[in-house]
Antibody, heavy 120, light 110 residues
Framework: EVRLSESGGGLVQPGGSLRLSCAAS????????MAWVRQAPGKGLEWVSS????????YYADSVKGRFTISRDNSKNTLFLHMDSLRVEDTAVYYC?????????????WGRGTQVTVSS | QSVLTQPPSASGTPGQRVTISCSGS????????VNWYQQLPGTAPKVLIY???QRPSGVPDRFSGSKSGTSASLAISGLQSEDEADYYC???????????FGGGTKLTVL
């Protein structure tokens, strides 16, 4: 059974930092692209970042480029999102998503999400 | 404003057929596959249709997807109350080098 479990969310002041983690199980983590997608309160889905299976290539939405860093540890089946210079508009539920064999194929399974609130 | 355009709402009575459209451009729908997601209230999105028209196991055949040019659509036949949810289309965008989503369509079963 595929499982994705996000953690690391919380309340942070504008300008602060957070690191989200996503522990994966039930599939061969190292052979799948992975992604982070967020959903602001009452809003739709917004893609944040993706990484290829090997972790070498990373992709970012313009809204987070230069502030967020996606990474993965294939030896620990874990995906990360390091978020710096957080803004109020980054407030959202952050979902970890399992991708396909290539980065643009599918986001085929999603975790339950972790809440990030940026507020003073 | 979302890169992919969906109607914000749709509705139907039990048993009816409804369709939800998704309009994009040559850099996303026009050159890549489309996936559809269903998000029930308070839950994470799940794949409803992948690769334009394929259904994952467990998804009823009442749900179907199609794609033509730079547009795609999701059809739900035999509408049921449990179909009330938000529906999103998504595709990879070769110009943005990232996923783009529709703004979501809230389906109401009257």
């Amino acid at each position: 059974e595929v499982r994705l479990s996000e953690s690391g969310g919380g309340l942070v002041q504008p300008g602060g930092s957070l690191r989200l983690s996503c522990a994966a199980s039930g599939f061969t983590f190292s052979s799948r692209a992975m992604a982070w997608v967020r959903q602001a309160p009452g809003k739709g889905l917004e893609w944040v970042s993706s990484t290829r299976a090997g972790g070498g290539d990373t992709y970012y939405a313009d809204s987070v480029k230069g502030r967020f860093t996606i990474s993965r540890d294939n030896s620990k089946n874990t995906l990360f999102l390091h978020m710096d210079s957080l803004r109020v508009e980054d407030t959202a539920v952050y979902y970890c998503a399992k991708g396909g064999s290539y980065v643009g194929r599918i986001l085929e399974f999603w975790g339950r999400g972790t809440q990030v609130t940026v507020s003073s | 404003q979302s890169v992919l355009t969906q109607p914000p709402s749709a509705s139907g009575t039990p048993g009816q057929r409804v369709t939800i459209s998704c309009s994009g451009s040559s850099s996303n729908i026009g050159s890549n596959i489309v996936n559809w997601y269903q998000q029930l209230p308070g839950t994470a999105p799940k794949v409803l249709i992948y690769t334009n028209s394929q259904r994952p196991s467990g998804v009823p055949d009442r749900f179907s997807g199609s794609k033509s040019g730079t547009s795609a659509s999701l059809a739900i036949s035999g509408l049921q109350s449990e179909d009330e949810a938000d529906y999103y289309c998504a595709a990879w965008d070769d110009s943005l080098n990232g996923w783009v989503f529709g703004g979501g369509t809230k389906l109401t079963v009257l």
